[in-house]
């Protein structure tokens, strides 16, 4: 998709945020209804997005939130 992406829209500013999560019990489909394993994988996508906010805030202009 990365390729396809950057042959199309090459003028377009993105950030690619692709982790992989390849421990067994993460594996899941749509259809998934386990709540336990919903909260586990919301809370690896925050981690997620935490790797790549800064490119984020830089994508969208925002300023860095003062800590």
Same mark, same amino acid.
């Given at each position: 998709m990365e390729q396809l992406r950057t042959v199309l829209f090459h003028a377009i500013k993105t950030v690619r945020i692709n982790d992989t999560f390849d421990k067994p019990e993460m @594996?899941? &489909?749509l259809m998934e209804s386990d709540l336990k394993k919903l909260n586990v994988l919301y809370q690896e996508g925050g981690e997620s997005y935490a790797k790549h906010e800064r490119q984020?805030? &830089?994508l969208f202009g925002l300023a @860095?939130?003062?800590?």
């Open positions: @594996a899941t &489909d984020l805030q &830089d @860095a939130k003062a800590g």
